[in-house]
């Protein structure tokens, strides 16, 4: 069974642009979530989607924001990028009912000049 | 509230010594815990979890975990660690009460030496 999926894995962009990364999550998986890690901060949850929903959000600007889309898959959006948004995105998918464990992509190296 | 601590943030051991990553975790609701793994450049991958039943569980590569609910924590061991367990180890709690959340320690680096 193919794992989670990220895209792109390296990004380079440059203040005040903003990005869409995208995550595919395991065939049959219909939560997914996103983390953001940096060697300062460690690994801080992002938000949850489910169906589609919104359903938990971390403690991060408006700028950060996602989807869901019908096939599971899940895109994350940063906006007016800062430099302090240089990190890996990581997403994550579970099988919500199926005991609670996330099956994690190699992530998006996200760099901000 | 969640918190999660992990006591050391860097262990170097010994090849074939045993090992012990500590983990602390605080949380007013119900939680479960895991330990994931971390190898270079890569994402986590799932070492082991406590979900309900025996508090000591076994998971991949050897590891095994014990849950003690009356001192809160979460300590992760190995009897007879090898080179390729070099990685960071994280310990995690999550919740489903008021929708799903997990929230990470801050990592151990377990470090490996010949």
């Known amino acids: 069974k193919a794992g989670v999926t990220q895209t792109p894995r390296y990004l380079i962009k440059t203040r005040g642009q903003q990005v869409t990364l995208s995550c595919s999550p395991i065939?049959?998986?219909?939560?997914v979530s996103w983390y953001q890690q940096t060697p300062g901060q460690g690994l801080q949850f992002l938000f949850e989607?489910?169906?589609?929903?919104?359903?938990n959000k971390g403690n991060f600007p408006g700028r950060f924001s996602g989807r869901q889309f019908s096939n599971s898959r899940s895109e994350m959006n940063v906006s007016t990028l800062e430099l302090g948004d240089s990190a890996l995105y990581l997403c994550a998918s579970r099988k919500p009912g199926q005991g609670y464990e996330q099956y994690f992509g190699p992530g998006t190296r996200l760099t901000v000049t | 509230a969640q918190s999660v601590t992990q006591l050391d943030s860097q262990v170097p051991v010994f090849e074939e010594a045993p090992v012990e990553l500590r983990c602390n975790y605080s949380?007013?609701?119900?939680?479960?815990l895991f330990w994931y793994v971390q190898y270079p450049n890569q994402g986590l991958q799932l070492l082991l979890k406590?979900?309900?039943?025996?508090?000591l569980v076994k998971g991949i590569n050897g590891f095994e975990a014990e849950f003690n609910k009356s001192q809160t924590s979460f300590h992760l061991r190995k009897p007879s660690v090898h080179i390729s367990d070099t990685a960071e180890y994280f310990c995690a709690v999550t919740r489903n009460t008021g929708g799903f959340k997990t929230i990470f320690g801050a990592g151990t680096r377990l470090f490996v030496k010949a």
């Open positions: 406590y979900l309900s039943g025996s508090t």
């Open positions: 065939s049959g998986h219909r939560s």
């Open positions: 949380s007013s609701v119900s939680v479960y």
């Open positions: 989607y489910f169906s589609e929903t919104q359903r």
